[in-house]
C-alpha cells in the first residue's frame, strides 16, 4: 500500500491489470490481489479460505459482472455467487438465469441481502464442469444478459487446487485425475484478539506540554530513521521516506508545510503512547508510520505499520484506494491488546472490473475480535 513508484514490491493488489500482460500470471494468493491470471483471480487467507473470482472482460465495461466461488479447506463444493450491474441502477429483475455455452442452467436466486445471486449446488457443479474447457458464461435477465470470461478460470482454480492441497483428490475443483496426488489441508484456526482498554476519540486524555516536548526532542533517537527499511537506498525507495530530514524527499515537502512533518503523539492508555509521522504522499493516497511507545521504556519503540493513515479508539486503520476513480480499495486493521497492535484483518476489493468499490471484499488476513466493553473510555 503504497505510493504508485513502490507499490509493485509492496503489493500486486494496487497494480492496475493494463499494465500486466494480457496472458501473464502473477502474484502469491496470499498477498493483495492474489494469483492472478487473465480475467480471474485467486486470493487465501490465514485460515487456506480461498476465493476465487472471474469478471467480464474489460472491453465489456459498460455492463460489468463477476463471479466468487468461496473454497472452504476439505469441502468438497465452493459456495457461488454472482453479481451484475445494469445501466438503470433500482432496476428489479424477476427472473435471472444462468447459462453456460448456451444451455440454460436454471434460475439463480438472491442472497439474503439482494447484492448477489447465488448458484445452487448443481449449477456450481456444471460451472466447474466447464472449467477445462472454452466456456461462454452468460448470466440473462429478461431481455438483458452479461458474460463473464473463462479467460484464466482454469489456471486460477488448478492454483486453488494446489493452495489447499486437492490435487489428484476427488475434493479437486478442476484437477481430479492429475498424478501428483496431494493430501487436503485442514482449516487453519481463526486468531483470536482481545481487545484491549485504550482512550477513546471523545475521551482521549491529551499529553501535558512537559510530556509532548520531552517526546518531540528525544523520538528520533528512538526510531532508526535512518534504517534503509524506512528510507530505503540510492537505488530503492523505503518504506517511509519523508521520516527522516536528510532525505531529499522531506527537503521538497518541507515547501508545503513544516508542519506537515511533524511527529504526533498519541496516548494509547495510562503507559503508552502512539508516535506517527506522514511516510509518503502521492496523488491521491497517502499513508503514516505509527509507532508504539512503551512509557517506562520509550528506546524500545516499536514500529506497527507505515501504512496506516487513521488512529481512534485503540485501531490503527489503513485504507488506500487502487486509482483516482477509487474503484478498487485495499484496508487493514491492527487492534490494541494491551501490549502491542496486533493485524485483525486485511483485504482488497481485488481487480473491481466496473464495480465502484469493488464486487466483492478478498481477505488475505482474518481474526476474531473479542471486544472489551471497557477498552474506550
Same mark, same amino acid.
Given at each position: 500500500?503504497?505510493?504508485? =513508484? +513502490?507499490?509493485?514490491? %509492496? *503489493? *500486486?493488489?494496487?497494480?492496475?491489470?493494463?499494465? +500486466?500482460? %494480457?496472458?501473464?500470471?502473477?502474484?502469491?494468493?496470499?498477498?493483495?490481489?492474489?494469483?492472478?491470471?487473465?480475467?480471474?483471480?485467486?486470493?487465501?487467507?490465514?485460515t487456506l479460505t480461498c476465493r476465487?473470482?472471474?469478471?467480464?472482460?474489460?472491453?465489456?465495461?459498460?455492463?460489468?459482472?463477476?463471479?466468487?466461488?468461496?473454497?472452504?479447506?476439505?469441502?468438497?463444493?465452493? +459456495? %457461488?455467487?454472482?453479481?451484475?450491474?445494469?445501466?438503470?441502477?433500482?432496476?428489479?429483475?424477476?427472473?435471472?438465469?444462468?447459462? #453456460?455455452?448456451?444451455?440454460?442452467?436454471? *434460475?439463480?436466486?438472491?442472497?439474503?441481502?439482494?447484492?448477489?445471486?447465488?448458484?445452487?449446488?448443481?449449477?456450481?457443479?456444471?460451472? !466447474?464442469?466447464?472449467?477445462?474447457?472454452?466456456?461462454?458464461?452468460? +448470466?440473462?435477465?429478461?431481455?438483458?444478459?452479461?458474460?463473464?470470461?473463462?479467460?484464466? *478460470?482454469?489456471?486460477?482454480? !488448478?492454483?486453488?487446487?494446489?493452495?489447499?492441497? /486437492?490435487?489428484?483428490?476427488?475434493?479437486?475443483?478442476?484437477?481430479?485425475?492429475?498424478?501428483? &496426488?496431494q493430501t487436503p489441508k485442514a482449516?487453519?484456526?481463526?486468531?483470536?484478539?482481545?481487545?484491549?482498554?485504550?482512550?477513546?476519540?471523545?475521551?482521549?486524555?491529551? #499529553?501535558?506540554?512537559?510530556?509532548?516536548?520531552?517526546?518531540?526532542?528525544?523520538?528520533?533517537?528512538?526510531?532508526?530513521?535512518?534504517?534503509?527499511? !524506512?528510507?530505503?537506498?540510492?537505488?530503492?525507495?523505503?518504506?517511509?521516506?519523508?521520516?527522516?530530514?536528510? @532525505?531529499?524527499?522531506?527537503? &521538497?515537502?518541507?515547501?508545503?508545510? %513544516?508542519? &506537515?512533518?511533524?511527529?504526533?503523539? =498519541?496516548?494509547?492508555?495510562?503507559?503508552? =503512547? #502512539?508516535? $506517527?509521522?506522514?511516510?509518503?504522499?502521492?496523488?491521491?493516497?497517502?499513508?503514516?508510520?505509527?509507532?508504539?511507545?512503551?512509557?517506562? @521504556?520509550? /528506546?524500545?519503540?516499536?514500529?506497527?505499520?507505515?501504512?496506516?493513515?487513521?488512529?481512534?479508539?485503540?485501531?490503527?486503520?489503513?485504507?488506500?484506494?487502487? &486509482?483516482?476513480?477509487?474503484?478498487?480499495?485495499?484496508?487493514?486493521?491492527?487492534?490494541?491488546?494491551?501490549?502491542?497492535?496486533?493485524?485483525?484483518?486485511?483485504?482488497? $476489493?481485488?481487480?473491481? /472490473?466496473?464495480?465502484?468499490?469493488?464486487?466483492?471484499?478478498l481477505p488475505t488476513y482474518v481474526?476474531?475480535?473479542?471486544?472489551?466493553?471497557?477498552?474506550?473510555?
Open positions: 500500500m503504497k505510493k504508485l =513508484t +513502490i507499490l509493485l514490491s %509492496a *503489493m *500486486m493488489g494496487l497494480l492496475p491489470l493494463t499494465s +500486466i500482460s %494480457a496472458h501473464a500470471a502473477y502474484g502469491t494468493p496470499f498477498e493483495g490481489w492474489g494469483f492472478v491470471q487473465d480475467d480471474w483471480q485467486v486470493v487465501c487467507d490465514n476465487a473470482a472471474g469478471y467480464a472482460d474489460e472491453s465489456m465495461f459498460d455492463t460489468p459482472a463477476s463471479i466468487l466461488l468461496t473454497v472452504i479447506p476439505k469441502k468438497a463444493l465452493p +459456495i %457461488a455467487q454472482i453479481q451484475f450491474l445494469s445501466e438503470t441502477s433500482d432496476k428489479t429483475y424477476h427472473s435471472v438465469e444462468l447459462w #453456460l455455452n448456451g444451455k440454460n442452467q436454471g *434460475m439463480l436466486q438472491p442472497d439474503a441481502d439482494g447484492s448477489a445471486y447465488d448458484l445452487t449446488a448443481k449449477q456450481t457443479q456444471q460451472l !466447474l464442469s466447464h472449467s477445462r474447457q472454452n466456456t461462454k458464461i452468460e +448470466i440473462r435477465a429478461g431481455d438483458e444478459n452479461w458474460s463473464i470470461s473463462d479467460r484464466g *478460470m482454469s489456471a486460477v482454480l !488448478l492454483k486453488l487446487d494446489e493452495v489447499q492441497g /486437492r490435487v489428484g483428490t476427488p475434493l479437486a475443483l478442476v484437477s481430479k485425475n492429475n498424478p501428483n &496426488r482449516a487453519k484456526p481463526v486468531p483470536v484478539i482481545k481487545q484491549a482498554y485504550a482512550y477513546s476519540e471523545k475521551h482521549k486524555k491529551p #499529553l501535558d506540554a512537559k510530556t509532548l516536548a520531552y517526546l518531540q526532542a528525544n523520538i528520533n533517537k528512538w526510531v532508526d530513521i535512518d534504517a534503509k527499511e !524506512l528510507i530505503g537506498s540510492e537505488d530503492d525507495m523505503g518504506d517511509c521516506e519523508l521520516v527522516n530530514p536528510k @532525505n531529499d524527499a522531506y527537503q &521538497r515537502m518541507q515547501e508545503y508545510g %513544516a508542519d &506537515r512533518l511533524a511527529w504526533t503523539f =498519541t496516548p494509547v492508555d495510562a503507559t503508552h =503512547t #502512539l508516535a $506517527s509521522h506522514l511516510c509518503w504522499q502521492g496523488a491521491y493516497n497517502e499513508s503514516y508510520g505509527y509507532w508504539l511507545i512503551d512509557n517506562a @521504556n520509550p /528506546r524500545s519503540s516499536q514500529l506497527i505499520t507505515t501504512a496506516g493513515n487513521d488512529y481512534s479508539d485503540g485501531e490503527i486503520w489503513a485504507v488506500h484506494k487502487d &486509482r483516482g476513480i477509487g474503484d478498487c480499495w485495499n484496508h487493514a486493521i491492527w487492534v490494541w491488546n494491551g501490549q502491542t497492535f496486533a493485524k485483525s484483518e486485511d483485504s482488497s $476489493s481485488g481487480m473491481c /472490473r466496473g464495480f465502484a468499490g469493488g464486487a466483492w471484499d481474526s476474531e475480535v473479542v471486544k472489551n466493553d471497557s477498552k474506550a473510555q
